[in-house]
């Protein structure tokens, strides 16, 4: 990959290898998705403990994303 990153939005078989995983679905077909290709993403690691708390946010609804743009 380079320079270049692969996301799965769903759990799937892929040849890239795997650096960590998201509490937050990045696929919802009621919802648009947020990622577009070319847009740059910052991984920030997280604890068990928040990633617990989030999956938790998520599935009741309450877990609100937030978007920084970034200016190269």
């Known amino acids: ?3 270049q990153t692969g996301v799965y939005p769903n759990h799937s ?3 890239w290898n795997i650096i960590g995983k998201t509490p937050i679905n990045l696929f919802d077909i009621k919802k648009p998705f947020f ?4 847009d740059k993403i910052k991984f920030k690691s997280i604890s068990k403990k928040e ?3 989030i999956s938790v946010q998520v599935k009741s609804n309450i877990y ?3 978007k920084a743009l ?3």
Do not use: T, V, W
């Open 51 to 53: 990633f617990e708390l």
């Open 35 to 38: 990622i577009k290709a070319g």
């Open 1 to 3: 990959g380079g320079s």
């Open 70 to 72: 970034i200016n190269d």
């Open 13 to 15: 078989p892929g040849g």
């Open 64 to 66: 609100e994303l937030k």
